[in-house]
């Protein structure tokens, strides 16, 4: 990992107002908390809140998946959790956390590293 001058990542410099944790007993890969959100690794108990927002026709209208089915949603946790032990990591699938309800998901996307290419994305549920 490249650091800078004082020794930090690019990332801890970048997000140096925010609190980046470590593994927590292994179910996720990264913690990363603001003074209003949670953003963390998708876990299979998230599936429900995330279908209550993946199904909805009006949220995922301009998404080039959706509205998704109740097994659409859990294929989409598994391999979100899947992708949390890849390495070299590509596919950074985020669950969005406000006062510990799920209320969407992000995610950085690395499809060419060599040319350092990639895309970023969110999808919220439209009641929060």
Same mark, same amino acid.
């Given at each position: 990992?490249?650091?800078? &001058?004082?020794?930090?990542?690019?990332?801890?410099? &970048?997000?140096?107002?925010?609190?980046?944790?470590?593994?927590?007993?292994?179910?996720?890969?990264?913690?990363?908390?603001?003074?209003?959100?949670?953003?963390?690794?998708?876990? #299979?108990?998230?599936?429900?809140?995330?279908?209550?927002? &993946?199904?909805?026709?009006?949220?995922?209208?301009?998404?080039?998946?959706?509205?998704?089915?109740?097994?659409?949603?859990?294929?989409?946790?598994?391999?979100?959790? &899947?992708?949390?032990?890849?390495?070299?990591?590509?596919?950074?699938?985020?669950?969005?956390?406000?006062?510990?309800?799920?209320?969407?998901?992000?995610?950085?996307?690395?499809?060419?590293?060599?040319?350092? #290419?990639?895309?970023?994305?969110?999808?919220?549920?439209?009641?929060?």
């Amino acid at each position: 990992m490249r650091r800078n &001058a004082s020794g930090f990542s690019l990332l801890e410099t &970048a997000y140096s107002g925010l609190h980046i944790g470590p593994s927590i007993k292994g179910e996720f890969l990264e913690i990363i908390r603001t003074g209003r959100l949670l953003l963390r690794g998708f876990k #299979e108990s998230d599936w429900q809140a995330a279908h209550s927002y &993946a199904s909805d026709p009006e949220v995922v209208s301009y998404m080039d998946w959706g509205p998704n089915a109740e097994e659409d949603t859990k294929s989409f946790i598994q391999r979100s959790i &899947a992708s949390q032990g890849e390495q070299p990591r590509r596919n950074y699938t985020l669950a969005i956390l406000l006062k510990d309800q799920l209320i969407g998901g992000c995610g950085i996307h690395v499809s060419d590293p060599k040319n350092r #290419e990639g895309w970023i994305g969110y999808c919220l549920n439209r009641r929060f």
